[in-house]
């Protein structure tokens, strides 16, 4: 158990809708990262909290967006959703960003598999 | 930018023999290499990683990698398989070219060991 929970397990929704994805880090764990898997791009780095702010941004459509709260669990949000959104989606913790960091290795979710139909 | 490459979509080994899977990478600056393994319907669970020092990482489950910088190669070897070693395989390096740290992936190596 990585210690990292992701709700909910499945997502069956339509096109078109809007779904929210959260995530719990690690316990201690400051930095949240997420990431989409699909069967054709492999696992995609879409965007990183660190602390409740923004670090990092990968290949992240304008349609999602993610946020970071105090307690440090974090929401993805998918809106707009079109059949190609159809993938896993992880979530990752780890300690923390800077050098002092880089030898942490992340920690995953189960991820959450979204299906839009 | 840093990127990893697994040039293998799928090794086939037999159970009791040794495996490896191939991973090359291309980084600015000193490596930080991981190798994760999923398995069907669950997360990517760390195995082992390299930062500095003996070229011969072990990790968990029996598996071990060994760095070699100037084929910039960071492949992943068990001297003997098992069948619940069956799984998917990636490869990643720490991008510390930005303001984040996250991890990059390869597109991963399915193994397929046989009783």
């Known amino acids: 158990d990585s210690g990292v929970t992701q709700t909910p397990k499945h997502l069956i929704t339509a096109t078109g809708q809007r779904v929210t994805l959260r995530c719990s880090p690690r316990?201690?764990?400051?930095?949240v990262y997420w990431y989409q898997q699909s069967l054709d791009q492999g696992l995609q780095f879409l965007i990183q909290?660190?602390?409740?702010?923004?670090?990092a941004k990968g290949n992240i459509l304008e349609r999602f967006s993610a946020q970071q709260f105090p307690d440090l669990h974090s929401e993805l949000n998918l809106s707009s959703l079109e059949l190609g959104d159809s993938a896993l989606y992880f979530c990752?913790?780890?300690?923390?960003?800077?050098?002092?960091?880089?030898?942490?290795?992340?920690?995953f979710g189960n991820g959450t598999r979204l299906t839009v139909t | 930018a840093q990127s990893v490459a697994q040039p293998e979509d799928q090794v086939n080994v037999a159970e009791g023999n040794p495996l490896t899977v191939k991973c090359t990478y291309s980084?600015?600056?000193?490596?930080?290499l991981f190798w994760y393994v999923q398995y069907p319907n669950r997360g990517l669970q760390f195995l082992l990683k390299?930062?500095?020092?003996?070229?011969l990482v072990k990790g968990s489950y029996g598996f071990e990698a060994e760095f070699n910088k100037s084929q910039t190669s960071f492949h992943l070897k068990k001297p003997s398989a098992l069948v619940s070693d069956s799984a998917l395989y990636f490869c990643?390096?720490?991008?510390?070219?930005?303001?984040?740290?996250?991890?990059?992936f390869g597109g991963g190596t399915r193994l397929m060991v046989k009783p």
């Open positions: 990643a390096v720490r991008d510390i070219s930005n303001a984040g740290n996250m991890l990059t």
């Open positions: 390299y930062i500095t020092g003996d070229n």
């Open positions: 980084v600015s600056g000193n490596p930080y």
């Open positions: 990752a913790s780890s300690v923390g960003v800077g050098q002092t960091s880089y030898n942490s290795p992340l920690h």
């Open positions: 316990s201690g764990d400051l930095s």
């Open positions: 909290y660190y602390n409740g702010e923004e670090r």
